[in-house]
């Protein structure tokens, strides 16, 4: 089981280097109050340091009903370890990053899934990753006494 780990993260590896480009779709369920449905679109910059991998990103989300669009930036960091990849989020700096979740490998296919669900509050963020031949797909779930959205997010080398 450790060796079919070690085996998805170390291919996934070289592809979070090449990602330049992102696109995603946000979609608020039944259960919402924060409507957050829209699309977004955006570049990504891969820097590379030791065994992190940081996306520096930067686009335009449109909320679903409006025709403006709303400027974003993220810089997410992906931390290769031996048994899974982590991500954070340094929406507070690089000192201060938010875990989100650790990806290992889902013994039924393909995917990287994640271990536990990150607790926020009282919401639960879970995601799967899925690699393709040009970038991967990361799908996100978060549930809460408020939340109920799904974001896709295609991130592609060209």
């Known amino acids: 089981?450790?060796?079919?780990?070690?085996?998805?993260?170390?291919?996934?590896?070289?592809?979070?280097?090449?990602?330049?480009?992102l696109e995603f779709t946000s979609q608020s369920g039944?259960?919402?109050?924060?409507?957050?449905?829209?699309?977004?679109?955006?570049?990504?910059?891969?820097?590379?340091?030791?065994?992190?991998?940081?996306f520096h990103e930067r686009g335009h989300f449109i909320p679903e009903g409006h025709s403006r669009a709303v400027p974003f930036t993220n810089v997410y960091r992906w931390e290769v370890e031996p048994n899974c990849l982590r991500l954070f989020h340094e929406r507070r700096g690089a000192e201060h990053a938010v875990w989100l979740f650790d990806l290992i490998e889902d013994e039924a296919s393909s995917t990287l899934v994640s271990?536990?669900?990150?607790?926020?509050?009282?919401?639960?963020y879970s995601?799967?990753?899925?690699?393709?031949?040009?970038?991967?797909?990361?799908?996100?779930?978060?549930?809460?006494?408020?939340?109920?959205?799904?974001?896709h997010y295609r991130y592609r080398h060209t």
Do not use: Y
Request: hydrophobic residues 35%; charged residues 25%.
């Open 115 to 124: 271990h536990d669900a990150h607790l926020c509050g009282d919401d639960r």
């Open 30 to 54: 039944p259960n919402s109050r924060c409507a957050w449905s829209g699309q977004g679109k955006g570049t990504v910059k891969a820097v590379i340091r030791g065994n992190t991998i940081r």
């Open 1 to 21: 089981m450790r060796d079919a780990t070690l085996t998805a993260i170390i291919r996934l590896v070289p592809l979070l280097t090449t990602i330049q480009h």
């Open 127 to 151: 995601a799967r990753l899925t690699p393709l031949t040009n970038g991967f797909d990361l799908n996100w779930h978060i549930e809460g006494p408020r939340k109920d959205e799904a974001i």
